[in-house]
Each structure stands twice: as structure tokens, then as C-alpha cells.
């Protein structure tokens, strides 16, 4: 079975940088997609990043296109999202998500695995 562990969330100022974790158990974790997605109190979880099973391919979402940056390090079964330029609309809880497949992915429904979440909160 798959577990998935964020961390790196944090209370932070407008502008400020930040870098979130995912941490994967097993070695299938190399062939899985993977992908970040966000949740705003009385708000839908959104998409945001994600990236295919070398890292070869990302896809962002429009909101964070030119800030954020997602990586993986297969060989430390680990995921990141480093957030720059962070702004107070970025406030969510942050989830690590895996799927099964091999390709990116922009939707909740195509993730098999999710972390706990991790809350990033921006102030103005």
C-alpha cells in the first residue's frame, strides 16, 4: 500500500517563499504520476501542479503558473512544490496526491493515493 506524508506548510507573509514535501512509502512510487492540489475553507479542492512518473513532463495551473515549481526525487521517494511570490489567495490546506498511471493528471478523480494535507497560510 502506498502512503503519502506532506510537510513544509507554514504561516508566512505576502511575497515569501516556501518549499512543501511529499514523502511516498514503496518503490513503486517511481512509476506513479504525481500531483498537488489544494483545498480553501468553503472551497472545492483545485488542482495545481502536476508532474509524470520521471519528471519529464509538469502541468500547472493557471493560477500559479511562474511561481510555483514541482520536482520529484524518485530515488528518495519524495515530491516537492517549491511556492514563491506567494500571495494571500494561495491560503489552503495543500495535498500530495499519486496515481496509478504513469502520466499527469488534473483532476481529484484520477488520484488513487492522497497525503494528509499540510495548511499554508499567506498574509497580506
Known amino acids: 500500500q502506498v502512503q503519502l506524508v506532506e510537510s513544509g506548510g507554514g504561516l508566512l507573509q505576502a511575497g515569501g517563499s516556501l518549499r512543501l514535501s511529499c514523502a511516498a512509502s514503496?518503490?513503486?512510487?517511481?512509476?506513479?504520476?504525481m500531483g498537488w492540489f489544494r483545498q480553501a475553507p468553503g472551497k472545492e479542492r483545485e488542482f495545481v501542479a502536476t508532474i509524470n512518473w520521471s519528471g519529464v513532463n509538469t502541468y500547472y495551473a493557471d493560477s500559479v503558473k511562474g511561481r510555483f515549481t514541482i520536482s520529484r526525487d524518485n530515488a528518495k521517494n519524495t515530491m516537492y512544490l517549491q511556492m514563491n511570490s506567494l500571495k494571500p489567495e494561495d491560503t489552503a490546506v495543500y495535498y500530495c496526491?499519486?496515481?496509478?498511471?504513469?502520466?499527469?493528471?488534473?483532476?481529484?478523480?484520477?488520484?488513487?493515493?492522497w497525503g494528509q494535507g499540510t495548511q499554508v497560510t499567506v498574509s497580506s
Open positions: 514503496g518503490r513503486i512510487f517511481r512509476s506513479y504520476a
Open positions: 496526491a499519486a496515481r496509478i498511471l504513469a502520466t499527469i493528471g488534473t483532476m481529484t478523480s484520477e488520484y488513487d493515493y
